[in-house]
């Protein structure tokens, strides 16, 4: 294949485009915000997960604690009216009176026991409600977190975005001035070197592979028409001549 010296040095141009690609690229992908915010929705999906328990708690002691008091109330009311039957004199038999007196008496031994038993329910609820409150301030704090590493994500990925389209216009241009064939050796060759198609020869050594050409095949290299599109012999990348190839 033949191109001319000027379009093998605008194939060295869009190399130097494409590896700043690949690096905006890959720093787009390894911006330290990405482990940042995982880590940290990771952290919030178990503090969620935890406030949801608590508030469970918190809901179920709150029947518990409704249910407790309403049983406090009907033993009082039952206890109630039994003393105003004794207050009344209207039990009047000693045995009824005596049954009477026991039974306000074992009222009283069970509201004292009801009403212990909603102690110790909302005293489970209000630690339940103190955790809840513990919680909800933690899942605040990491969402907040989250949002100022999204906010510091999203301004990266805007600069990084914004230079790649800049750069990509740049090779748009640049590339469209090489004949065809050339362009298309160039990016099969990208996509077989991992991404690195085209290589300059500097001071005798490939700039692709890092590789000092040997006497026979810099003799070959010097012997070659300025046109002709070489290759190099240890990668196979094409090896664009210069100035300073050291020739």
Known sequence: MNAAPADQIRLLDVQALDVRL????????????????ESLTKDL??????????????????????KA???????????????????????????????LQREIASLAKRQS???????????RRESAQERVAELTERVSAVQAKI???????????????????SVTKEREVIAGAIPADLLKLYEKLRGQQG??????????????CRQELAIT???????????????????RRILVRTADSGL
């Open 22 to 37: 690949q690096q905006l690229a890959h720093k787009r992908k390894s911006l330290p915000e990405h482990a940042e915010i």
């Open 45 to 66: 999906t178990q503090l969620r997960d935890l406030l949801v328990a608590a508030q469970t708690e918190e809901s179920d002691c709150a029947r518990e604690q409704t």
């Open 69 to 99: 008091e309403q049983d406090v109330d009907q033993v009082r009311k039952r206890a109630a009216r039994d003393q105003q039957r004794l207050d009344s004199g209207a039990v009047s038999s000693p045995k009824d009176l005596e049954n």
């Open 113 to 123: 026991d009801l009403e212990d038993v909603v102690l110790e329910v909302m005293e």
């Open 147 to 165: 949002d100022d590493a999204t906010g510091r994500r999203d301004a990266a990925f805007e600069e990084i975005d914004g230079e790649a389209a």
């Open 195 to 208: 991404g690195v198609g085209a290589a300059k020869l500097y001071q005798r050594t490939c700039q692709g």
């Open 217 to 235: 095949e810099l003799n070959e290299v010097r012997q070659a028409p300025s046109d002709a599109v070489l290759r190099c012999e240890n990668c």
